[in-house]
Nanobody
Framework: QVQLVESGGGLVQAGGSLRLSCAAS????????MGWFRQAPGKEREFVAA????????YYTDSVKGRFTISRDNAKNTVYLQMNSLKPEDTAVYYC?????????????????WGQGTQVTVSS
């Protein structure tokens, strides 16, 4: 079993920055992917960013490329999402996810385990 705990959400003005953290526990992650999804009110959950635990290649949805950066700290079993130049349309509940790699990370199929979510609100 894998446990994921997110933190770092909040309220920020447009153009500001936030960093989300996701602490993972419960097993080793060397063969896993970890990433972030988000769900805005009235919309479906969507893929935001992901990376394999074993290398540095990262994948992003087009709307956040150049503004968001996913990274990890292996020693802490923690994944981060640095969000810069935030826009009101980035407002959503952000979820951390992890799981075995089952094809392209952008497909989101790796997401077998989920965190509880953290609210990000960007005011205009």
């Amino acid at each position: 079993q894998v446990q994921l705990v997110e933190s770092g959400g909040g309220l920020v003005q447009a153009g500001g920055s936030l960093r989300l953290s996701c602490a993972a526990s419960g097993r080793t992650f060397s063969m896993y992917a970890m990433g972030w999804f988000r769900q805005a009110p009235g919309k479906e959950r969507e893929f935001v960013a992901a990376m394999r635990w074993s290398d540095v290649q990262a994948y992003y949805t087009d709307s956040v490329k150049g503004r968001f950066t996913i990274s990890r700290d292996n020693a802490k079993n923690t994944v981060y999402l640095q969000m810069n130049s935030l826009k009101p349309e980035d407002t959503a509940v952000y979820y951390c996810a992890a799981g075995p790699i089952l094809g392209p990370l952008q497909s989101g199929r790796f997401a077998a385990y989920w965190g509880q979510g953290t609210q990000v609100t960007v005011s205009s």
